[in-house]
Structure formats: C-alpha cells, structure tokens
C-alpha cells in the first residue's frame, strides 16, 4: 500500500495547497529524510508568485531544511536511521566541462532540491546520500536549517577573498547581517551595513558590523566614503538586488577594490556604470549564487563551535498549515527575520 505524507505544494502562482501525497521512494543511491525544519526563503517567495520555477509545477518548495534519516539506500556510507542531517540542495551531472572543472552551479544539468524538484515544506524528502551532511550533536536541528544560507555566505566570502584589516562594506541588511559576521571572522575592519530596517540594523551590530547606515536618512555612498577616509571600501558586497544598489556599490568601492554580486535582481534588470572608471581604478567584481561541496562543511563547523550565532535572526516557527500566511508576513512586517515551518507543531512559536 502506497505511504502518504503531508505536504505543502505550489500548484500554481499564487496557489498552495495542503494535502496528502505519496512518500517519495529512494533509489540505491538516496537517503530519505523525516523534515524537522525548513527555513522560508525569498526563493520560496518567488516559486509561488511564479517568478522561479513555473514551468516545474507542481512543485513542493522548500531547500533550507534540517531533518533526521529515515531510510538509507543499499549504497549509501556512513549513514544511519535517525541521524540528524541536512543536504547540499545543488546537484549536477559530475562529468561535464563545468564539473570536472569544480563548477557544478554552471552545470546544464545544474538541478536544486525544493527549487527544480520537490523540497522540504513536507514530511519527508529525498536526497543523494552523497549530497547528505550529518549533523554534529552539540548543533541543534533549528540551527542546522540555517546552515544553506550560511554556505551561501560563505561561499561569496571565499570568492571575494577579504585581506585582514581590509574594510567591508555591505549593501542590505538581510543576509548581510550574515557577510558581516564572516567578515569579521576574516578579520575585516572596518565592517559597514547598510540598510532600511532598524531592527535589522541593530542585529547586524550585534554580528559584527562597526558601523550601519540607514540609508532612508543618510546618503550610503557618501556615508561609506566619509567612513573610509575619503578613499571608499576595500570590499563592497552588494546583497539587497536591485540595479541601483548595484550602481551604488561601484560608487562606493576605493580603486582597486573589489565588489562581490551575492543580491539577486530580476531577469531583465540593468545597471548603468563607467566602464572607463572600472578600467582606470583597476576596480574588479566577483560574483557568486549558493554553497557548494566544502561550503557547507564550512557553514557547520561555524554553527557547531558558535563562530555565528545564528539566533538573533529567528523570528519564529510556523505550522506547515501557516506557510502561505507567512510568506505574506515576511513581505509586509520588516521587523521579521527568519521564520521555519515545523510539521511538529500545530500554533506557531515566537523565538
């Protein structure tokens, strides 16, 4: 007789619907998973207005997710029933131009758990067991959700390579919050964070920010310049997505400093720059768009030993029944951060 899970699934832009569907069946080669928890995600926001992923549903979303194994493939290693765990959603080929040069996210194949195929807003989901991460015990399942967009952090830092006592300024404060505690543990100084919430200002003082602009009173480009003594920062990572924050940080980046692209645009936006600017100041730009492979053993060992406390971005834990309220919540209430959908709850929790 075929298992039934419940789930939460996109059937349409604009349209979740709860209800009962079969327990995906693993191969050899997969692990099943019993989902704990699973962060909402701006993703997930644009998967149900149909921004992302249209052609793949009916989908069910959901990627930043901890969980606990609840049955293992014959050729899986070194997993076992009930073991905590997450995954690294990206999954490639492995044998193209792009992987065997190290460049799975390029991949033509490239496809991600809850983005491309079903997810984690359900109570079970399958993965590679290769792609599977155990979790230490000392790290508990509510922070081992936050470890995806921790990966993604830190896989834009290792791109943006910070030299010690070099200055960080950073554009939005979201995930920002989350480079400027990397940052710090690079070693940056001084570490800006702008943005236009308060709220989140404060927490990202809190993760490691030396200063933060909001930029509904203050002009950010000349606030970072002012900070920088005259020249503009060393590093500048533009994460809030909008061409003119784009704009702002080639503005505010000292030559021969160095950009790093973390903020998703829309699909047709465009920026305007000085090309002759970006030559003559010999000013350069990295870019980077999830964790992959050593990332999230990275993302882990920072979690487990506390080199970031994650808490002071969670808001809250929700009940799946609540996902579609709640990703209009965090739309309209700037002051939330982080909340989680739990299958094991019934009312939501306040953290």
Not at 15 to 26: A, F, G
Not at 51 to 62: E, F, H, R, T, V
Not at 127 to 143: F, G, I, N, R, Y
Request: proline share 5%.
């Amino acid at each position: 007789m075929e298992q039934k899970m419940k789930a939460a699934v996109v059937e349409k832009p604009k349209k979740i619907v709860i209800k009962e569907v079969p327990v995906p069946d693993i191969t050899d080669d997969e692990i099943l998973i019993k989902i704990k928890y699973t962060g909402i995600c701006g993703t997930d926001w644009s998967i149900y207005t149909g921004k992302y992923s249209a052609d793949k549903l009916p989908l069910i979303p959901g990627h930043e997710f901890s969980g606990i194994v609840a049955k293992v493939g014959k050729n899986a290693k070194d997993l076992k029933e009930g073991e905590p765990v997450t995954a690294d959603i990206n999954m490639s080929c492995g044998h193209c131009f792009y992987c065997r040069r190290g460049q799975k996210l390029m991949c033509p194949e490239f496809t991600q758990l809850g983005i491309h195929i079903n997810g984690t807003y359900a109570e079970y989901a399958k993965a590679p067991w290769e792609q599977v991460h155990k979790l230490p015990k000392t790290l508990d399942l509510l922070k081992g959700a936050f470890i995806e967009p921790t990966s993604c952090v830190i896989h834009s830092a290792k791109a943006m390579e910070v030299d010690i006592g070099s200055s960080v300024a950073i554009i939005g404060s979201g995930l920002g919050s989350l480079h400027a505690a990397v940052a710090k543990h690079r070693g940056a100084a001084p570490i800006i964070v702008m943005g236009r919430n308060e709220v989140k200002l404060k927490i990202a003082k809190q993760l490691g920010a030396d200063y933060t602009i909001n930029v509904n009173k203050k002009d950010p480009v000349k606030e970072v310049i002012k900070l920088t003594e005259g020249r503009g920062a060393d590093y500048v990572i533009e994460a809030a997505g909008t061409a003119k924050t784009y704009e702002q940080a080639f503005e505010m980046v000292r030559p021969g400093g160095r950009i790093a692209a973390f903020g998703i645009t829309g699909v047709d936006d465009i920026m305007r720059i000085k090309p002759f600017e970006l030559v003559i100041g010999e000013r350069s730009i990295v870019s980077s768009c999830a964790g992959v492979g050593t990332d999230w053993n990275d993302a882990i060992a920072l979690l487990q030993y506390n080199r970031i406390n994650p808490e002071p971005f969670f808001s809250m834990i929700v009940p799946l029944e609540e996902l579609e309220t709640a990703l209009h919540e965090l739309r309209t209430d700037k002051n939330l951060f982080k909340v989680f959908v739990s299958l094991d709850i019934n009312k939501r929790k306040i953290l």
